[in-house]
Structures are given as structure tokens and as C-alpha cells.
């Protein structure tokens, strides 16, 4: 690809500079070029994609006395030829030749009207290279500004408890399950056991160093186009509330999943976005790219999710929650000078999504922890329990029945009667069935010493026969107990 790119300049003496960009609008269309940027002194238009390009940039410097436009490739293609960015200039010139000459003073004025009812006309120079991205600018994502504030905070809060939990020992590209729980991961019977902190901690969370940098990118592009439209205040709400929401429909989905990641709320602000996408906010040049670009980006993820290893019930939670939040948000965007509209419908609708959230899972099984508690006193019960059959070879009958007697015997009862206590527990259906598969061990294992002791006692072959009935079937729970 060349190094020189083409540029072409226009004449457009006898009109002013918003009725120059009125034209330059009406010839993209006639052209079906998106809108990326709109601006009294710039003017950043993009071609559609095609099997054969990835969409060229026009960008198009205004003056008092006309326009100069330089097209340029989005990215290398082999498919990047000079004579192809010519031509979107000369397309474009002819375009806007025809655009003023069949356009109406009447018409130029109503579009104008529809440009600064967006605000489109209401920008300052300063913004006007706005849209054009420098390497130097990457310090925006991490240092906040009074332009751009929530999102590098939110950025830089996800950076450094990564970089906390790694100077830790934790493992940079694959976290324990352990490691996460201890950072503030989600899990249903620990969160919903009391720690509800987790709702919104795990937002934050990341499970490696890829899942991170991939969540920070989007958070960054979603960022980029929704906190000036938001505000810092409403673009931390917004986060947090669809954060915990998908929080929320995370633990309602997956009985004893794992859960960590910003990509719940990330969701959130990407179905926000988009509520806003369906109305007149932005202007509808605008518009049509960016949903196209969003909904890819919102479809891919979702689809992607289905094959598993993705907590896609967040994904669905805070993108439904961050919708509704858009639609709560619209009136008090699209008139920012009516005060009682910019706080009240978007705190109202967050209570709202946070108590139905609340009151879906406030009823589900969530006393897995508590029993996985009495596993561990009932581990220390089964040792003592298997005294007796772990006594040095050479031990007496005599000495055997003391232990039955006086420590296996007692430690099954206990054991039994420890493992039945928790049938007023919660649990998950795979908890659920694991208690139902301790209870009928240790249930076998005392009828095990019970026999013992009877055969120890008596010394009756009828009961060495049952006896050897017994340890067939402990044998038998143990191998379900541990997974083979």
C-alpha cells in the first residue's frame, strides 16, 4: 500500500459550513456510507464492508471556503489498492456535485434542524479530531479525566486486583477455584450462605490474565461511546446495578459454578447502548453503524457462550437489565434540561431490577456450605469409626472388641445420627444426592461394626456371613462416593 494517500478538495463557496455538512450527509447516504463522526470542522464517513473490503475511512477537513477530503484504509488487506480510496473520493465529490444541485433551501434547513436537535452542531473545536486514535492516547483508559472519568476507574480497579492477586501467588493464566473464592469470586452457596458482596466483587474478578485483557477491551470501547452520554455518576450506577444483576441471574442458573468476570456488566452497558440504538438520541447516520458493530459484537458473545465454559446466564442478565435501564434512561437524556427526570426513573428502575433479582433467588438451595462444614466433622467421626479395622497384624479378638466397643461403635452412631441432621438443609441436587449417599454409608458402616462385634462375641458363622454382606456393600458406596 502506498505511504502517500489520495485527497481531493471541493469548492463550496456561497454556503456555510452547516449547510456543507448537510450535503456531505445527504451524499453519504446516496452512497450508503456510515457516519462515524460529525463535526463543524471534521467530517469522518466510513464505506460499507464488503466481501472484497473492510470499509475505508473519508475524512473530510472543513474551511470557510470548501472542503478537503483524504481517504484511507481501516486496516491492511492484500485487497489495499491506492485506486480504490481515488475512487471513494471521487465518489464522493460527485455525490455531493449532485446533492447541491437537486437540494432544496428548504430541505437543507430541515436537516439542519435534525442536526442540532442531536447536538451534532453544538461542539466545540476542540473535540474535532475527536475520533482519531493515537497510541499516545492509550493513557485515556487508565487515567481518569473530567471527560472521561468512570470507566478508566472501573478499568484500573479490574487491573490492579489482578495485579494484587498474582503478586499474591495466585496463578496468572489459570486461578484455582480456591484462589478465586478467596478474592471475591461468585458461588451460590457461598454468596447466597451470607457473603453477598460477591455479588458485586466478582465484577471485578478476572479468571487470568486473557480473560482480563479481553473484558478491559470491551469495557473500554462501550466506554468510550457511553459515558459522555451518561455522565460519570449514572455510567458507575449502571455497571454496578447490571454487574449484580447478572450476578444474580448467574446464581439462579448454576447450582455450583464459579463465577468471575466484568463481562456481566459489560453486557449491561452494551444492552443499554443498544435500547438507546432503537430511538432518535443519536442521529440516525450514526446510528446504523453503530448497531451494526454492536449487535455483531453482542451476537458473537452469546453464541460463542453456548459451547460451554462461559457463565452465559450473566451475558443474558445484564444485557436484558442493562435495556431496561436504557429505556428508564432515555426521557432524561433526550431532555437534560428537565431535572427531575435525571436521577429519579434510573434509581427507581435499579431498586426495581435489584429486589426482583433478590426475590429469584432468595429461595434457592443455598446450604452447600454448611454441609460441606459437617463433611469435615464427619471425616475426623470416620477415622475413629475405622479404628477397629486398622489395628497392627498380631492384635487379640480382645483388643479388637475394645475398639468396636469403646470407639467404632460410637463414632457410627454419631456419624449416623451427624449426617441425618442435614436433611433440613438446602442443597443443591448434586449436594443433595452426595448427602443422600453419606447418610447410607455410614449407615452401612454401623451395621458393619454392629456385625463385628456380634461376630467378635459370638463367634457364629451366621453372622461372619452377614458380616462379609456388609463390607461387599460399603465397598460398594465408597466407589460412588468417590467418582469412579
Not at 463557496?13 to 456543507?20: A, M, T, Y
Not at 475505508?56 to 480504490?84: C, H, M, N
Not at 449502571?238 to 455450583?256: D, I, K, P
Not at 456481566?264 to 438507546?276: D, Q, R, V
Request: proline share 3%; hydrophobic share 45%; with cysteine.
Amino acid at each position: 500500500m502506498a505511504a502517500e494517500r489520495p485527497t481531493v478538495h471541493c469548492s463550496t463557496e456561497g454556503l456555510s459550513r452547516p449547510e456543507v455538512i448537510v450535503l456531505l450527509v445527504q451524499a453519504f447516504r446516496s452512497l450508503k456510507w456510515g457516519v462515524e463522526h460529525l463535526h463543524p470542522m471534521r467530517v469522518v464517513a466510513v464505506t460499507p464492508r464488503t466481501a472484497f473490503s473492510w470499509g475505508e475511512e473519508v475524512i473530510i477537513d472543513l474551511d470557510d471556503a470548501g472542503y478537503t477530503a483524504e481517504s484511507r484504509f481501516q486496516q491492511w488487506s492484500p485487497l489495499a489498492k491506492k485506486a480504490r480510496l481515488q475512487r471513494n473520493l471521487d465518489a464522493l465529490l460527485e455525490a455531493f456535485t449532485a446533492a447541491r444541485s437537486s437540494t432544496t433551501a428548504e430541505t437543507i434547513q430541515a436537516e439542519l434542524k435534525g442536526l442540532e436537535e442531536s447536538g451534532v452542531m453544538e461542539l466545540d473545536a476542540s473535540s474535532a479530531h475527536s475520533n482519531e486514535f493515537k497510541w499516545k492516547d492509550i493513557g485515556m483508559f487508565f487515567i481518569p479525566s473530567k471527560e472521561f472519568f468512570a470507566t478508566p476507574i472501573l478499568i484500573d480497579i479490574s487491573v490492579l486486583l489482578y495485579i494484587l492477586m498474582v503478586i499474591s501467588g495466585v496463578h496468572f493464566l489459570e486461578p484455582s477455584g480456591e484462589d478465586l473464592l478467596t478474592w471475591g469470586a461468585n458461588l451460590r452457596s457461598t454468596t447466597l450462605g451470607g457473603e453477598y458482596w460477591r455479588l458485586l466483587t466478582c465484577c471485578f474478578e478476572h479468571i487470568g490474565l486473557i480473560h482480563l485483557l479481553l473484558n478491559m477491551y470491551a469495557l473500554a470501547m462501550i466506554g468510550v461511546h457511553l459515558e459522555p452520554l451518561l455522565g460519570r455518576g449514572r455510567m458507575f450506577l449502571v455497571y454496578a446495578v447490571t454487574g449484580v444483576v447478572a450476578s444474580l441471574a448467574s446464581l439462579w442458573w448454576h447450582e455450583n459454578t464459579i463465577s468471575a468476570g466484568a463481562s456481566g456488566a459489560i453486557f449491561g452497558l452494551y444492552g443499554l447502548f443498544l435500547a438507546l440504538l432503537f430511538t432518535d438520541l443519536i442521529h440516525k447516520e450514526t446510528r446504523k453503524q453503530l448497531l451494526q458493530s454492536i449487535g455483531i459484537f453482542v451476537v458473537y458473545n452469546l453464541v460463542y457462550g453456548l459451547k460451554g465454559g462461559v457463565d452465559n446466564a450473566a451475558h443474558i442478565g445484564g444485557l436484558v437489565s442493562g435495556a431496561l435501564l436504557g429505556a428508564a434512561l432515555y426521557p432524561a437524556l433526550r431532555n437534560p434540561e428537565r431535572s427531575s427526570l435525571q436521577w429519579g426513573p434510573v434509581m427507581l428502575s435499579s431498586a426495581g431490577l435489584l429486589v426482583a433479582g433478590a426475590m429469584v433467588v432468595r429461595d434457592l438451595p443455598a446450604d452447600d456450605a454448611a454441609f460441606h462444614q459437617r463433611i469435615d466433622t464427619f471425616q475426623a467421626l470416620e477415622e475413629r469409626g475405622l479404628s477397629a479395622l486398622r489395628l497392627a497384624e498380631g492384635a487379640t479378638g480382645v483388643q479388637q472388641l475394645t475398639l468396636v466397643q469403646d470407639s467404632s461403635l460410637p463414632a457410627w452412631r454419631e456419624a449416623v445420627q451427624l449426617m441425618r441432621s442435614t436433611q433440613d438443609l438446602q442443597l443443591s441436587e448434586a449436594t443433595a444426592e452426595q448427602r443422600a449417599n453419606f447418610i447410607a454409608y455410614a449407615e452401612i458402616r454401623l451395621r458393619n461394626m454392629e456385625l463385628l462385634e456380634a461376630a467378635l462375641v459370638r463367634g457364629d458363622t451366621e453372622t461372619g456371613a452377614e458380616l462379609e454382606a456388609s463390607f461387599a456393600q460399603v465397598d460398594s458406596i465408597l466407589t460412588i462416593l468417590n467418582g469412579e
